[in-house]
């Protein structure tokens, strides 16, 4: 009896033991995930609103370059170099800016139609969650989580400027050719007043977003902690 007295109360110590040492452990995504959502609540709606304000106003900006191009191109043409502007290139520019400004009222609508989310109700789990290894789990499977999504946003977003530019082209081309001209006559030109377009979205495609830079920051924490891993959680 006193035998399994003395093997229960060591267990009982061990068990303590564990559970003490795990909620001394740093709790790195859970950490991780605290400040992002703290910043993310004091921001509140006002990056969103930000954001839709300089959308709308390079949208606009475009727009008014776009009408300037197609109502009074010539004129400023002939007072700068004495020539007309050439049709198609006339055309191309007009395509070109025009399109620009519809993608980025559209985002500029979109952002400021948009709330940002509350992430301790969404993941209330993990905010409420008492056990620390069990909170420290869950964090790093919502930072997962905020990578992937944040991941799939940025390339919609490349490959949604990239479509800019040739949504132009194409339009151009369907113009020659039910006018019976060659359909690539100014199609380079109302492509090549994209290019901050093709930039942008190139810049997207090798640029990680904030989502995926705290997944990575969690990553090289854990490695500086417990030793070079797997990269995935």
Known sequence: MRHNRKVALFLSVMVAA????AEDQPEIAYRI???YVDKQEAEGDRGLKIGGLISYGIGGSLAAASATTWLAGDRISRAASGHSLDPDTKLGLTLGLGIGSAVMLGVGTGLSLSHAPDYRVEYAEVFKEKDAQI???LAVAVLHDLSTKGKKERISGAVSSL???VLSAAITAGMNVS???PWQDGVLNSAGWSAWSIAGAVSQFFSLSKEERLYDKYLAG???LYGSTSREP
């Not at 564990?18 to 040492?21: G, M, T, V």
């Open 222 to 224: 854990r490695d500086a």
């Open 135 to 137: 909170r420290e789990a």
């Open 18 to 21: 564990a559970r003490l040492f």
């Open 33 to 35: 995930l605290s400040s």
């Open 163 to 165: 479509l800019v530019p």
């Open 179 to 181: 006018d019976g001209k």
